[in-house]
């Protein structure tokens, strides 16, 4: 079996990069959801989510950037079976450790949100984590170069 032949490569690449293309998409349009919400969107919030929102500072938005674009574009590179995919999606996963270890330990949001609200970034570091996993796999084997 020829690695570098897409005919022989597993049908779940294809499916797990996709999902993770898709995944990340999503992420993206979180992010922008957050830095383009409204006054009155944000007025809408109840005093408390308004502050934890209010408060965020540059460097951990600037993170959340990082994070989706590098999930996005680590994804996409992963489909077009690109070895670069790798470094990018070890970007990503770094950026989204910031955001999260800021949301869940610099912040109220647990006490305002509830315990619950962690499993949410918890989820996204599980899945990057596979991701860049996935991602060293699929090199290793010869699946991306």
Do not use: C, H
């Amino acid at each position: 079996m020829s690695e570098n032949n897409p005919s022989s490569l597993p049908k779940s690449f294809y499916w797990i990069a996709g999902a993770a293309l898709v995944w990340n998409l999503l992420g993206l349009m979180a992010y922008v959801a957050q830095v383009s919400m409204s006054p009155e969107a944000l007025a809408a919030l109840p005093d408390a989510e308004r502050a934890l929102y209010e408060g965020i500072p540059t460097w951990v938005t600037s993170a959340f950037a990082i994070a989706v674009n590098g999930g996005v574009l680590g994804s996409l590179l992963l489909v077009l079976r690109k070895a670069l995919a790798l470094p990018v999606l070890v970007v990503s996963l770094l950026a989204v450790l910031v955001q999260v270890s800021y949301n869940i330990l610099m912040t109220e949001a647990l006490a305002v949100l509830g315990p619950a609200s962690a499993i949410g970034p918890l989820v996204l570091v599980v899945i990057a984590v596979y991701l860049v996993w996935f991602a060293g796999d699929a090199k290793k084997k010869g699946w991306i170069s």
